[in-house]
């Protein structure tokens, strides 16, 4: 069992702004550190995923939360990984106007203090993406999603892959041992435990095809902007394919079923891709 230090309060998606500019201006203000009354998730996966991490939500000030949640979970990552990792994440940052704090001094990289950390550090670059992917296709956005939101979102969909990459840096006997046995435990060993049980992963996916069909409406042919975007968003399926496969290989994943993981993944990765051409031929299920 993951022994947690404290919370690591986030917005429910659903309230995140719709603006750079309001994390920016959040960024500028100083304020307290978020604290609840906590808003437990409606579903009860959701709630066991963010319990697991450590994750809490609160509907006070969305914003100034993520902002403050940007900062911890990008410090403490730094903390565990030394420079590896920080170009790519203070870009990410900058790109919501936030300043990242010199890092704590070291601290414990245990293997599941590490996953921890990383997959807060994870889930706040995912729900920055989603502002900045709601930037991208705000009203106004008549000819374009505006490409300086698209950039944004490249720009932290990298440092997802980045922050995916820093949250397995341990040996595949760390996670046999340590860290998989604490995710299958209690009504986990029933259900399983995924990733897609987490309300930031759908929001992202809901905000992708969102600027997949503004985009298929005024520039059907592609542009930079487009392909930037899947660039990046291929980067983070690339570096989570490469987890899968250093720690499950074709081994069945925690949701178990009859597929391995890396097939699964497979298709997912696909799927995601189409979002961001909805007019390509080989259109796939919404997964």
Do not use: K, N
Not at 34 to 53: E, L, N
């Amino acid at each position: 069992m993951i022994t947690h230090t404290g919370p690591l309060w986030l917005p429910p998606p659903e309230l995140l702004p719709a603006r750079l500019a309001e994390l920016s201006d959040a960024a500028a203000r100083p304020g307290p550190t978020p604290r609840g009354p906590a808003v437990r998730p409606p579903d009860g996966r959701d709630a066991d995923y963010d319990a697991y991490f450590g994750i809490a939500r609160t509907s006070r000030a969305p914003a100034y939360t993520l902002v403050h949640a940007l900062r911890a979970s990008a410090a403490d990552v730094l903390s565990r990984s030394g420079q590896t990792g920080e170009q790519a994440l203070r870009a990410a940052l900058a790109a919501c106007g936030v300043t990242a704090p010199p890092p704590p001094g070291a601290r414990s990289d245990a293997p599941l203090a590490r996953w921890r950390s990383g997959h807060r550090l994870f889930f706040t670059l995912t729900q920055a993406a989603v502002v900045a992917l709601r930037d991208a296709t705000a009203e106004g956005a008549r000819r374009h999603p505006f490409p300086a939101g698209t950039r944004a979102a490249a720009e932290l969909l990298r440092a997802c892959a980045v922050a995916m990459q820093l949250t397995a840096s341990f040996t595949p006997v760390d996670y046999e041992t340590l860290v998989r046995p604490s995710m299958t435990t209690g009504d986990r060993t029933e259900d399983g435990f995924s990733g897609l049980w987490s309300a930031d992963h759908r929001a992202l996916v809901d905000e992708l095809r969102r600027w997949g069909s503004a985009h298929a409406r005024t520039c059907p042919a592609g542009c930079p902007s487009q392909r930037e975007l899947s660039a990046s968003l291929d980067r983070v399926h690339s570096a989570h394919h490469g987890v899968c496969a250093r720690f499950v290989g074709r081994g069945p994943s925690l949701l178990g079923g009859h597929d391995d993981a890396l097939a699964t993944l497979t298709r997912l990765t696909a799927a995601r891709r189409r979002l961001l051409r909805p007019r390509a031929p080989a259109e796939g299920p919404r997964i």
